[in-house]
């Protein structure tokens, strides 16, 4: 969308697993329902709601979440901060009661099986990920509003700008890779220091300081928590978590009960090729698996891809010495802009895009970020990111059972390596010879996503999704 003003708070926000366009998006666009309904003063009189589910939401809606968030949203809820814990509890409730707290003040009759509607073998054209909620009146009228998530937790009602924020007046306004080189190279500053500069236009610069190192400790408890959780994931394709043995092989049967103690054995361990490998995977293999339990994460820029950037950023933080505010600030600083970029001129949904718009800007971001915080060059930093994406290309999204976990997870591992490796290969490279721009490999990127089938684009239809025979619990 031309002009579209995007904060590294839209690119990362915290919420909850397993998916951003799925869960989040869903979630907020409930959210934003009830403050409609508010707004026009009917609020109280609301006796029914339905949800109709479309496209994507509707074939992959169960195995994402997209029931229990929107339930968790008309009631009141929100994923910045509702309890994990009191999911299972509060849904249980809402079905067995046939009871809806609306916007966590009115209590309205709902049946879970015949006022959530998933329409399999519909889909609206704006965008697959869409919902319509309706609201029957004591007056014997109707409200009725459509929502589209459209990716990373963003959502557009329809019929209006797609953006909420404030627009404001940018120092650095960027479309494209070759506009924000052009700014880099023109003004001196980095990247992180052109992003900075665009923050302070929407608040104060310790403001944002403060909430990239919010969202900062969100993934260090992820990660920590992911890495000393075992059991299987919910959903019934009964998958084994995997980063809390990895972690224990890795670092021994003493147990750290603190983020910095247990950092600081990691990095005490050695810095072997197959030891900080395994680590990096470890990682991300923790963060996918909190965001596949329902438990609280940071979208990077999605839910589905929320392990590459905590993987890559942990690597640099643990083997590279980069434990400093500073750092820390400006690789999420650096890494929202390359995310900025491909929302901007492609798409950052897998129902759009495939897995390419997901694992793929992930790791970009990442790549670059890593390659600035290691003293890259700003072209380095935009090469780093185009060689990620160059080989996500095509990368399709084909969920089994519809679960953020096969082939999601792992698939993490392998975007925080390419990352890690993209930036290597840069900061060895001399960027004025590179035959393909980041703003290229972008325009690629969705030029394949139009190209892709359908059932390649997280539906659960095709690929990988229907090669591996499985039986879920009804929902």
């Known amino acids: 969308m031309p002009n579209e003003q995007i904060s590294v708070f839209d690119i990362f926000k915290i919420g909850i697993g397993p998916s951003s366009s799925h869960t989040l998006g869903p979630w907020r666009a409930a959210q934003q329902f009830t403050s409609s309904l508010a707004a026009q003063g009917v609020l109280a009189d609301v006796e029914q709601v339905k949800i109709l589910l479309y496209g994507s939401l509707a074939k992959t809606g169960k195995g994402h979440g997209t029931d229990i968030a ?14 994990v814990n009191a999911i299972d509890s509060t849904i249980a409730q809402i079905k067995d009661e046939q009871k809806l707290r609306l916007a966590g003040h009115f209590n309205i009759d709902f049946s879970y099986q015949e006022d959530l509607i998933f329409l399999f ?9 869409a919902v319509t909620f309706q609201a029957f009146l004591s007056t014997g009228k109707a409200i009725s509003e459509t929502y589209y998530s459209i990716g990373g937790g963003f959502v557009v009602k329809e019929g209006q700008d797609s ?6 007046e940018l120092p650095f306004p960027v479309e494209k890779a070759s506009e924000l080189l052009h700014w880099c190279l023109t003004t001196g500053l980095k990247v992180s220091e052109i992003v900075m500069e665009n923050e302070a236009a929407w608040r104060p610069e310790a403001e944002t300081k403060k909430g990239i190192l919010q969202h900062f400790k969100v993934i260090n408890e992820c990660i920590y928590r992911g890495c000393h959780t075992s059991g299987f994931l919910p959903g019934g394709l009964e998958v084994a978590r995997r980063a809390a043995k990895l ?6 049967q003493q147990t750290y009960h603190d983020y910095d103690s247990w950092i600081t054995a990691i990095r005490n361990g050695g810095m072997g090729f197959n030891y900080i490998l395994d680590w990096v995977s470890c990682f991300a293999l923790a ?25 890559v950023l942990q690597y640099f933080i643990t083997f590279c010495n980069g434990y400093t505010e500073d750092k820390i600030i400006q690789f999420i600083a650096c890494a929202s802009e390359i995310g900025s970029i491909f929302k901007k001129g492609a798409t950052i949904s897998a129902a759009m895009g495939g897995c390419q718009a997901e694992i793929g800007v992930s790791s970009a971001m990442a790549a670059a970020a890593l390659t600035e915080c290691l003293g890259g060059s700003q072209r380095q930093v935009l090469m780093a990111a185009e060689i990620a994406m160059e080989h996500h290309l095509g990368l399709t999204c084909d969920p089994i059972g519809g679960l953020v976990q096969i082939p ?8 925080a390596i390419k990352a890690i490796t993209a930036s290597q290969l840069a ?8 035959k393909v721009s980041l703003d290229a490999v972008v325009n690629t990127m969705w030029e394949t996503a139009l190209d892709m089938n359908v059932k390649y684009k997280e539906t659960s239809d095709g690929g990988l999704a229907t090669k591996v025979p499985i039986s879920l619990p009804e929902c």
């Open 163 to 168: 953006s909420e924020k404030e627009q404001v």
């Open 121 to 129: 073998a519909e889909s609206l054209p704006f965008h697959p990920n």
């Open 70 to 83: 929107i339930l968790l949203g008309l009631a009141g809820g929100d994923p910045v901060t509702f309890d």
């Open 287 to 311: 963060v996918n698996e909190e965001n596949a339990a329902f438990g609280r994460v940071v979208t990077a820029p999605t839910n589905g891809a929320s392990g590459v950037i905590p993987a």
């Open 247 to 252: 972690n224990q092989r890795l670092i021994g």
């Open 427 to 434: 900061l060895q490279s001399n960027p004025d010879k590179a």
């Open 408 to 415: 999601c997870i792992e698939r993490n591992t392998m975007g």
